[in-house]
């Protein structure tokens, strides 16, 4: 079968950073997504991995290993509005976006 | 302007009525979704439409039908609503099945109550 792990929930400090992982298991893989959700709201677009490494989007960045299946989401100097949902979402060999169950990120001052 | 927008925000109503959920998009894309987040926030796909074909239909049941009258909006309708069909229920769409530009864009999602 096809599976995303994410950790359920975490928990970090306003200007600290905060690291949240993912791990796939799916038929062929054709690109990473991560996406936010704030509560109540849609799910945004954050990054896209399809090759091995880093990418870079100002406070985000997003790494991805296919050998192991393994991606995580960097935030940098964590502000209270990052306190939302992030997803995790693999797209499969025939093109259907496998969605992990997200991942609670709660900022404290 | 609101790139993937739907109607209503919010929608309760009693077992057994009949209830659609607009969705269009602006975005000129090929592509449009419908996704079901229950209470424990998975997001299942539903129904997946291209240049008006169904290419995705997961084992949802037939009371939900989806209708895409053009390539810009798909409507879900659902017949016989049930307590468990309480749920937000996102459409979005994408530019096509390839590589980055399968990112896919959300609408608001719907909030649907049934008594």
């Known amino acids: 079968g096809q599976n995303i792990d994410q950790p359920t929930e975490m928990t970090a400090t306003e200007g600290a950073i905060v690291q949240i992982n993912c791990t796939y298991q799916?038929?062929?893989?054709?690109?990473l997504f991560w996406y936010q959700q704030h509560a109540g709201e849609a799910p945004t677009f954050l990054s896209y991995?399809?090759l091995d490494g880093l990418e870079e989007k100002g406070r985000f960045s997003s790494f991805l290993s296919r050998s192991k299946g393994y991606s995580y989401l960097l935030l940098k100097e964590l502000q209270m509005k990052d306190s939302a949902s992030y997803l995790c979402?693999?797209?499969?060999?025939?093109?259907?976006?496998?969605w992990g169950a997200g991942t609670k990120l709660i900022i404290k001052p | 302007d609101t790139a993937v927008s739907q109607t209503p925000k919010y929608l309760v109503t009693q077992m057994g009525n009949d209830k659609s959920i607009k969705c269009e998009q602006n975005l000129g894309h090929d592509t449009m979704y419908w996704y079901k987040q229950d209470s424990k926030k998975f997001l299942k796909i539903m129904f997946s439409?291209?240049?008006?074909?169904?290419?995705i239909n997961e084992t949802v049941p037939n009371r939900f039908s989806p209708k895409s009258p053009d390539k810009a909006h798909l409507n879900l309708h659902i017949n016989s609503l049930e307590l468990g069909d309480s749920a937000v229920y996102f459409c979005a769409s994408s530019q096509d099945r390839g590589d980055r530009t399968d990112t896919q864009y959300f609408g608001p999602g719907t909030r649907l109550t049934v008594l």
């Open positions: 991995n399809v």
């Open positions: 979402a693999v797209l499969d060999s025939n093109y259907q976006l496998i």
């Open positions: 799916t038929s062929g893989f054709n690109g």
């Open positions: 439409y291209n240049n008006k074909e169904l290419i």
